[in-house]
């Protein structure tokens, strides 16, 4: 069985897993070291997509493996029955590491579980039935959370009706923004739209929290807007405006989240704490652990039995969220973040200058996105899953994202070195002139009548 081929294990993959999970490249990975990734028949892969986000020491990396397999000899799952060791260590590390005065912790299992345990917490703790999210953010595929998440709407359809109390705002987008300003030379229209919300569709005395990822996951790798001032921007205005209304603003970290950005969390970058961060994904190489973070006086308020997980903070994936933090300390991976993504996205803005469809590089550390437009500004995400497939021909592996997965996302491993930078760029610069062409011979081919993909503009603005 060892032998098979990728064709025979495809079939069986066919056979016996439900269709609905859907697996970007017909891979059968086999195993992975550091950015690479190996298939069943030994070919490798530079791996820029790291479990989307996940694997943020790299994959398989010692440390995590040693104390991973030290742990499974002493103890492996206790659930709710009793207290152990792991668990308490880790929220206490968690503790220290997050935003000032979060210094409580609730942990369970995925962003989904943990995005339905903080609104079920805000609700409660607050008596609040509604909650505000932003248009074009994923924050997972539970009922609730489907409910919050619009990046696209295939998310939703099907599901309804949904979960109900939830209201969605613009996200702060400043290449296709919502009020039609200028980038950097607005005066933050996009909140006055936000704060709208208020006059005409539900009074802040009845909002439970506001949800937001503080930099855009799934919808398009976006920073949010700061306007000419930087130091009262989208975020810091939200904050305030939760402080006055008594609304418990809570942060999406879940892609951002454990030196993605080149910090612990991408709330410090915005110099905002939340009052509840949610977090999943980086925290333990791949091992299933996420957590709500939380003051602990908020936390009290969310009394004993009110929730509760039977696998969430195992000790397993405990020992890997507590040996996966002290690398990205010992080996100084926040500093390699923030240097390796400056010197990536300086690399990606040439491209800018050479094609003209490329319209924007933006990110933070190591979550990095390039958009890309058609010649009437529209997103193109025909060309980007060309490029997507000219990198998977030359080993490379990228995700699209956007509601047109009409964006690169560039999610490397934080240890990347600048050798795997250069040869990820080496591989991006032969694959997209051959994108490029193929999308060209693809529109030559198409009706004059045809609509392009991301015509429509109530959906998504083109660029102005």
Same mark, same amino acid.
């Given at each position: 069985?060892?032998?098979?081929?990728?064709?025979?294990?495809?079939?069986?993959?066919?056979?016996?897993?439900?269709?609905?999970?859907?697996?970007?490249?017909?891979?059968?990975?086999?195993?992975?070291?550091?950015?690479?990734?190996?298939?069943?028949?030994?070919?490798?892969?530079?791996?820029?997509?790291?479990?989307?986000?996940?694997?943020?020491?790299?994959?398989?990396?010692?440390?995590?493996?040693?104390?991973?397999?030290?742990?499974?000899?002493?103890?492996?799952?206790?659930?709710?029955?009793?207290?152990?060791?792991?668990?308490?260590?880790?929220?206490?590390?968690?503790?220290?590491?997050?935003?000032?005065?979060?210094?409580?912790?609730?942990?369970?299992?995925?962003?989904?579980?943990?995005?339905?345990?903080?609104?079920?917490?805000?609700?409660?703790?607050?008596?609040?039935?509604?909650?505000?999210?932003?248009?074009?953010?994923?924050?997972?595929?539970?009922?609730?959370?489907?409910?919050?998440?619009?990046?696209?709407?295939?998310?939703?359809?099907?599901?309804?009706?949904?979960?109900?109390?939830?209201?969605?705002?613009?996200?702060?987008?400043?290449?296709?923004?919502?009020?039609?300003?200028?980038?950097?030379?607005?005066?933050?229209?996009?909140?006055?739209?936000?704060?709208?919300?208020?006059?005409?569709?539900?009074?802040?005395?009845?909002?439970?929290?506001?949800?937001?990822?503080?930099?855009?996951?799934?919808?398009?790798?976006?920073?949010?807007?700061?306007?000419?001032?930087?130091?009262?921007?989208?975020?810091?205005?939200?904050?305030?405006?939760?402080?006055?209304?008594?609304?418990?603003?809570?942060?999406? %970290? /879940?892609?951002?989240?454990?030196?993605?950005? @080149?910090?612990?969390? $991408?709330? #410090?970058?915005? +110099?905002?704490?939340?009052? !509840?961060?949610?977090?999943?994904?980086?925290?333990?190489?791949?091992?299933?652990?996420?957590?709500?973070?939380?003051?602990?006086?908020?936390?009290?308020?969310?009394?004993?039995?009110?929730?509760?997980?039977?696998?969430?903070?195992?000790?397993?994936?405990?020992?890997?969220?507590?040996?996966?933090?002290?690398?990205?300390?010992?080996?100084?991976?926040?500093?390699?973040?923030?240097?390796?993504?400056?010197?990536?996205?300086?690399?990606?803005?040439?491209?800018?200058?050479?094609?003209?469809?490329?319209? %924007? /590089?933006?990110?933070?550390?190591?979550?990095? @996105?390039?958009?890309? $437009?058609? #010649?009437?500004? +529209?997103?193109?995400?025909? !060309?980007?899953?060309?490029?997507?497939?000219?990198?998977?021909?030359?080993?490379?592996?990228?995700?699209?994202?956007?509601?047109?997965?009409?964006?690169?996302?560039?999610?490397?491993?934080?240890?990347?070195?600048?050798?795997?930078?250069?040869?990820?760029?080496?591989?991006?610069?032969?694959?997209?002139?051959?994108?490029?062409?193929?999308?060209?011979?693809?529109?030559?081919?198409?009706?004059?009548?045809?609509?392009?993909?991301?015509?429509?503009?109530?959906?998504?603005?083109?660029?102005?």
């Amino acid at each position: 069985m060892a032998n098979l081929s990728t064709a025979e294990w495809l079939e069986r993959d066919a056979r016996y897993l439900a269709p609905t999970y859907h697996r970007c490249f017909d891979i059968v990975a086999e195993r992975a070291e550091g950015t690479y990734l190996y298939d069943v028949e030994g070919i490798q892969y530079l791996d820029f997509t790291m479990g989307i986000a996940v694997n943020n020491v790299g994959h398989c990396h010692p440390s995590v493996v040693k104390e991973a397999k030290e742990q499974v000899e002493k103890l492996i799952h206790c659930s709710a029955v009793t207290r152990h060791t792991k668990n308490i260590k880790l929220a206490e590390k968690i503790s220290q590491i997050a935003p000032q005065g979060l210094d409580c912790v609730f942990l369970n299992n995925s962003g989904g579980e943990a995005v339905d345990a903080a609104i079920k917490m805000a609700r409660f703790v607050t008596g609040r039935p509604n909650i505000i999210a932003f248009t074009g953010g994923f924050h997972g595929r539970t009922l609730l959370a489907t409910a919050l998440t619009t990046a696209k709407s295939h998310y939703r359809q099907g599901y309804e009706p949904l979960p109900s109390g939830i209201y969605h705002a613009p996200y702060p987008y400043c290449l296709r923004c919502p009020a039609g300003q200028i980038p950097g030379k607005c005066n933050l229209e996009c909140f006055d739209t936000f704060e709208a919300m208020f006059t005409h569709q539900l009074k802040p005395d009845t909002v439970g929290a506001i949800l937001i990822e503080p930099m855009m996951g799934e919808g398009g790798y976006v920073v949010p807007a700061t306007g000419y001032k930087v130091e009262n921007g989208f975020m810091q205005r939200l904050r305030k405006l939760c402080d006055t209304h008594g609304i418990m603003l809570i942060f999406d %970290e /879940v892609q951002s989240g454990f030196g993605r950005t @080149g910090k612990w969390f $991408a709330s #410090e970058h915005f +110099a905002v704490v939340p009052d !509840l961060m949610i977090v999943a994904k980086g925290i333990a190489s791949g091992f299933p652990m996420a957590a709500v973070v939380s003051r602990k006086e908020l936390m009290d308020k969310w009394t004993m039995g009110r929730h509760g997980s039977t696998y969430g903070g195992n000790p397993v994936a405990c020992a890997a969220a507590l040996a996966s933090i002290d690398v990205i300390e010992k080996e100084n991976l926040l500093e390699n973040a923030r240097k390796m993504g400056d010197y990536f996205m300086a690399k990606l803005n040439e491209y800018k200058s050479k094609y003209s469809f490329v319209k %924007e /590089v933006r990110g933070l550390g190591l979550m990095i @996105g390039m958009e890309v $437009a058609d #010649e009437s500004g +529209a997103p193109d995400g025909v !060309l980007i899953e060309k490029l997507v497939d000219e990198c998977f021909k030359r080993k490379l592996l990228l995700l699209d994202c956007g509601i047109k997965n009409h964006i690169i996302r560039f999610i490397p491993p934080l240890n990347v070195s600048k050798a795997e930078i250069d040869k990820a760029l080496s591989i991006i610069d032969e694959a997209l002139p051959v994108a490029a062409a193929r999308r060209q011979s693809d529109q030559a081919k198409r009706p004059a009548d045809e609509k392009k993909p991301g015509e429509d503009a109530s959906v998504v603005q083109p660029i102005a």
